[in-house]
């Protein structure tokens, strides 16, 4: 990776941050978020989330996208897109997902995370099942992540046959060098692109995805397109517009 651009912040005991950038996919990444200390990173985590997880009014107004996420997961699982079995919300900050299955749709989620203790359905890091889960969740995950390892633990825990992969992150075709682009936030370290989400997907072997533009949510299968594809044509078809947004390899839906 190669020097991008930088941002001053003025907050959360940031100064300068420098974005570097990958020439061959584009994916680019805060070199000085991932040369924090740990335990600088999990202060900086705490004193943001702290001010936006637990409020009803935060500016990121989260409560309409966790509510489409979990309407598009129900009924992917009524498509049978989506198999039964333990799903996994991993980094699932308070359980917002996990809350809106239960309450309203019958599904159970199981919630997972490093830095705050879920309001629903809570498992401790050893009750975690390595390729044990039908479904592995993870919503404004894949930004604050600062290592590869940490990327394949995450899809480590999607049974390697039949489990999907459901991400919500941005992902443009490229990232602006533009300190005012609006996804610099103080936590954000991490910003991938269509190239470089489609090569996650080649190393880890999915093979197509859907993606729906409300809940912004993409879902990777290891099964073939062809066995795929007819049940989102179904779901679209019963739905009477294109609900999910199909296609081999990964959905770039935002060009």
């Keep these: 990776m190669q020097y991008f651009f930088s941002k001053t912040f003025t907050q959360f005991d940031l100064d300068q941050v420098d974005y570097w950038k990958c020439s061959a996919c584009g994916f680019a990444a805060s070199k000085t978020h991932l040369d924090m200390s740990d335990e600088r990173w999990a202060r900086l985590n705490n004193d943001f989330h702290s001010q936006t997880h637990y409020t009803e009014d935060n500016p990121y107004n989260r409560n309409q996208r966790y509510f489409n996420q979990a309407l598009m997961l129900s009924l992917m699982r009524k498509q049978d897109l989506i198999p039964a079995g333990d799903w996994l919300d991993w980094g699932c900050g308070v359980g917002a997902v996990a809350r809106l299955l239960r309450d309203y749709f019958d599904l159970r989620l199981d919630t997972y995370d490093k830095y705050f203790t879920p309001e629903v359905n809570a498992v401790t890091a050893s009750a975690l099942k390595p390729c044990g889960h039908q479904l592995v969740l993870n919503t404004a995950v894949f930004e604050h992540v600062r290592d590869r390892a940490t990327l394949n633990e995450i899809e480590s825990y999607v049974k390697p046959d039949s489990g999907c992969l459901a991400v919500h992150t941005l992902v443009p075709e490229n990232v602006p060098a533009n300190p005012d682009w609006m996804y610099l936030l103080p936590v954000h ?65 935002w060009k």
């Design 189 to 253: 370290c991490a910003f991938h692109t269509n190239r470089s989400m489609q090569l996650l997907m080649d190393q880890w072997g999915y093979r197509c995805s859907v993606y729906n533009e409300h809940a912004k949510l993409w879902v990777m299968f290891r099964e073939a397109p062809a066995a795929i594809e007819p049940k989102v044509a179904a779901l679209n078809k019963a739905m009477g517009w294109q609900y999910l947004h199909f296609k081999p390899g990964f959905m770039d839906y």
